[in-house]
């Protein structure tokens, strides 16, 4: 069982604690949230505790309410909160903040050396799975044209950084990068190869939030088998990818 701390709680996180609670193999002990009240947060008859992320001391909590990992949806600057009591206790983490500055992913790096640290913009496994087949595709087909596509909900301001990192590994510019922004939708992806006389397209559809908490808790079971280190779920995924390829060697064989 591994016993989780979760930090943020706006909509990605309440549909996120919602999974982490079901998973029979997770114990979702604690929430913190950007308000400064505590309070309780009900799932399924079972009240978990919610601290008030502008009140919390981070060892204080830690030492009162111990976990094994922290499960982050919050902001950049949490972060650097709970980075030294985290790294004094050897806790795992995953990150799915799209905002990270070049130097908080440095400082992240730094948390590997003593535990084991994931951060991804997009933690989904459907469109981890995406990357991987583009940046395979991109290989094989280097002279095709690109485009990628992103749409979401009609408040998120930004480029998306999921679309960022598909442009970032596949090598293209971000001029490449079409976004929209319309009422009811959580998130979509697109990537788009231009052939001579074909197109491929690569189409991943958060249907549901609750899809970023069952990424969350793949990437927790996937780091209970790692060693310390800084990992993006690429590296997840590829380490699953090698066993079932080296599997499938030795049965051939």
């Not at 309440?14 to 609670?21: R, S």
């Not at 094994?68 to 030294?84: K, N, Q």
Request: glycine share 8%; charged share 20%; aromatic share 8%.
């Amino acid at each position: 069982m591994i016993k989780v701390g979760l930090v943020g709680f706006g909509k990605a996180g309440q549909a996120v604690a919602q999974v982490l609670h079901a998973d029979p193999e997770i114990e979702l002990c604690w929430i913190a949230r950007k308000s400064a009240e505590n309070g309780r947060f009900t799932i399924d008859g079972v009240d978990v505790p919610v601290f008030g992320l502008a009140q919390t001391d981070w060892d204080t909590c830690l030492d009162a309410h111990p976990v094994d990992a922290l499960v982050d949806f919050s902001r950049p600057e949490s972060l650097h909160g709970y980075g030294e009591p985290l790294r004094q206790r050897h806790m795992t983490l995953v990150s799915a903040i799209s905002a990270y500055t070049p130097e908080d992913l440095a400082y992240a790096r730094t948390l590997g050396e003593s535990t084991r640290i994931m951060c991804s913009p997009n933690i989904t496994v459907g469109i981890n799975f995406l990357i991987m087949a583009a940046r395979l595709l991109r290989q094989i087909a280097p002279f095709a044209d690109v485009e990628i596509l992103e749409q979401h909900f009609r408040d998120k301001p930004e480029v998306s950084g999921t679309a960022r990192k598909i442009a970032e590994t596949l090598s293209i510019d971000d001029a490449r990068i079409t976004s929209l922004r319309l009422g009811g939708i959580v998130g979509h992806h697109e990537v788009i190869f231009g052939f001579p006389y074909q197109t491929v397209r690569l189409v991943h559809e958060s249907i549901e939030r609750r899809a970023f908490g069952t990424g969350a808790a793949f990437a927790l079971k996937q780091l209970a088998q790692c060693d310390n280190g800084f990992y993006t779920f690429d590296d997840l995924m590829m380490r699953l990818v090698r066993h079932e390829l080296l599997q499938t060697g030795a049965a051939a064989l």
